[in-house]
Nanobody, 112 residues
């Protein structure tokens, strides 16, 4: 069964860090571009970052540039999102995505 499973969310204080994981099963992750999206309460889902399948090029939403880093570990069939200097406005459910395949998400709450 083809699926993506996110983990690593939680409650963190402003300025803190979290690393999200997106584990793939049923397919070889490095053959595909993988994206991270987020949806805050009352807002539309937005693209946060993605990593290509070919040369590992990356994209970041302007508001997370310099704070978030996307990476992949092909041996573990997993994509990561390292999030540093977190802000309250980063609070959202974070999803990973491959085309039409979505995980169930992991909640990140940034609050003091």
């Amino acid at each position: 069964q083809v699926q993506l499973v996110e983990s690593g969310g939680g409650l963190v204080q402003p300025g803190g860090s979290l690393r999200l994981s997106c584990a793939a099963s049923g397919f070889t992750l490095d053959y595909y571009a993988i994206g991270w999206f987020r949806q805050a309460p009352g807002k539309e889902r937005e693209g946060v970052s993605c990593i290509s399948s070919s040369n590992g090029s990356t994209y970041y939403l302007d508001s997370v540039k310099g704070r978030f880093t996307i990476s992949r570990d092909n041996a573990k069939n997993t994509v990561y999102l390292q999030m540093n200097s977190l802000k309250p406005e980063d609070t959202a459910v974070y999803y990973c995505n491959r085309a039409t395949i979505w995980g169930k998400g992991t909640l990140v709450t940034v609050s003091s």
